[in-house]
């Protein structure tokens, strides 16, 4: 059964439409582990890492910018 997204356009690649605070959350979190386990502050890492891992997954999605000489875009 197909979901019926009106912000889903039918022409873009499944994966732009993805959790985006979902990845930013277990990357930071992976991160921020590490970064804790190095400086020997384990609680410290895993905080900043939630704390950054959120605010980067929650930042839009830059758009493509065309360039001057580029006719992807438009019909021949």
Same mark, same amino acid.
């Given at each position: 059964? =197909? =979901? ?7 022409? =873009?690649? =499944? ?6 605070? #979902?990845? !930013? ?8 582990? #590490? ?7 384990? #609680?410290? !890492?895993? #905080?900043? !890492? ?6 980067? !997954? ?19």
């Amino acid at each position: 059964m =197909e =979901e019926n997204n009106p912000k889903k356009k039918k022409d =873009e690649p =499944e994966h732009e439409h993805g959790n985006r605070q #979902a990845l !930013g959350l277990s990357l930071g979190l992976c991160f921020g582990v #590490a970064f804790g386990a190095a400086l020997d502050n384990l #609680a410290l !890492g895993i #905080a900043l !890492g939630l704390a950054l891992g959120l605010c980067f !997954g929650s930042c839009p999605p830059r758009k493509k910018q065309r360039k001057p000489g580029d006719d992807s875009g438009q019909a021949p």
